[in-house]
């Protein structure tokens, strides 16, 4: 059985802001917090997906930076891949998600993130720049 890729936008804005989306589905997964992206189809480029997916989730599109890691642990037989990205138009509206929320330093703790997503935030902390 191959890999599935699925791919998630750290969406950077000025003063080191970071947004974070809030799950609505699965049930297991609802109510956690997590940066937006999603599965990568069939013979799509990643970086492509990356962009389709925050135009379908978020409504907005996105200009892709530098890649955060290498590959970062899921559930069996998936593999995340996960992009810095900053906001290239639109104003981010939660499509799919119940909600979403912008968290500046010192805020990057304060939602529920989902046990996939909290090492990367971790990461990202490290790498925004201080004020």
Known sequence: MSTILVVAAVIVAPGGR????????????????EFPGGKVDPGEDEVAALIRECREELGVEVAVGERVGDEWPLSAGYALRVWLCSLASGV????????????GPGE???VAWL?????I??????????D
């Open 115 to 119: 046990e996939a997503d909290l090492p």
């Open 108 to 110: 990057y703790y304060d």
């Open 18 to 33: 970071v947004l974070a989306a809030q799950r609505a589905e699965p049930a297991a997964l609802a109510g956690g917090w």
């Open 121 to 130: 935030m971790k990461t990202v902390e490290n790498l925004l720049p201080r």
């Open 92 to 103: 981010p509206e939660a499509r799919e998600h119940l909600a979403l929320r912008w968290l």
